[in-house]
């Protein structure tokens, strides 16, 4: 009878000591995961500081790169240490462990064989990353799909489209990739002016304007290279088709572009410069100076509504906004 205490003692004694083993394990594991996550990032940026001071790379496309790696790093550590962590506490437990690595290892390679998608999507994830095609903070266009990448994992890639919408891409369907932010951007401008504008002088005030933004800040340090005006490119119904781009740090494209086309549209109308846009003509049945002033009334009435119907919503319907 005194030896069932003492059995039950010490069952209890092994399994607090057990208790306490698992406890420190998953202890550990947080610690581990939390120094990861503290230190990776702080590791990074003096990586990519050390190559900016070696000349080795821009500072902007380094830190792309890192992010993109660094993030993937940090979660592939995470998962390791929270899974070695899981299989130590099972062992702790009193788990024989071994069957389940053996069934683990079994299922893992049903799963293989069943989940082509899942290891498709990987394989072309890890070939992403390698081949460094997109990486996060760029901007790209994925199977016609344009936003600012947010997120670049194993299986899949996350965009953000300018009106907040969140697009996920599986890695294996993406078919059609185009980084617009590698390295450098370009601002295309498509300027129209009237046929009867001399092109030369449109293309020197172009060029004017352009030199002067790179004497100014913020926009000396976001344009790397003077306006390229590439010449008169085709001539349109009612203008004449002018193309120019501008090289600028990356995304700096449109904050270049957006104060180039106001700098420009300001100038032209201090020189008198016209940028045309459609007109109609109308020609009246009859005799000249015999046109009825009614028909002449209708006709004008239908140009106008028929050129404001594109400014009103399906759900307007003629109504006056409300004050």
Do not use: C
């Amino acid at each position: 009878m005194s030896s069932l205490p003492l059995f039950s003692l010490d069952r209890l004694s092994l399994a607090l000591v057990a208790a306490v083993r698992i406890v420190m394990i998953l202890v550990v594991a947080f610690i581990l995961v939390r120094m990861i996550n503290k230190w990776v990032p702080k590791l990074r940026q003096r990586i990519v500081e050390s190559m900016v001071r070696r000349g080795t790379g821009h500072n902007g496309e380094l830190e792309k790169r890192a992010a993109t790696l660094g993030g993937i790093f940090r979660r592939t550590l995470s998962v390791l240490i929270w899974t070695g962590a899981l299989v130590m506490s099972l062992k702790e437990a009193g788990f024989d462990i071994g069957p389940i690595l053996a069934g683990a290892g079994v299922v893992g390679l049903a799963v293989g064989f069943g989940a082509q998608n899942l290891v498709r999507d990987t394989i072309s994830g890890l070939f992403m990353l390698i081949e460094n095609q997109v990486r996060v903070n760029d901007v790209a266009v994925i199977n016609g799909t344009s936003g600012l990448v947010e997120e670049i994992n194993l299986r899949t890639t996350v965009l953000r489209g300018a009106d907040g919408t969140v697009h996920v891409f599986p890695n294996g369907i993406i078919t059609s990739l185009s980084n617009m932010t590698r390295e450098y951007s370009y601002y295309v401008l498509d300027i129209g002016v009237a046929y009867k504008e001399d092109t030369d002088k449109v293309m020197a005030v172009l060029k004017d304007i352009a030199d002067q933004m790179m004497k100014e800040d913020p926009y000396s340090v976001l344009i790397l290279e003077p306006l390229e005006v590439l010449g008169v490119d085709r001539f349109a119904e009612s203008a004449v088709i002018i193309k120019a781009r501008i090289k600028t740090l990356p995304i700096q494209q449109w904050t270049v572009g957006r104060e180039m086309n106001r700098r420009i549209k300001k100038r032209f109308d201090e020189l008198g410069i016209e940028i045309p846009f459609p007109q109609r003509t109308l020609y009246l049945a009859g005799a000249p100076g015999q046109a009825d002033p009614e028909q002449l009334k209708t006709l004008i009435r239908e140009v106008l509504d028929e050129r404001a119907a594109p400014a009103r919503s399906p759900g307007d319907h003629g109504a006056s906004p409300a004050a």
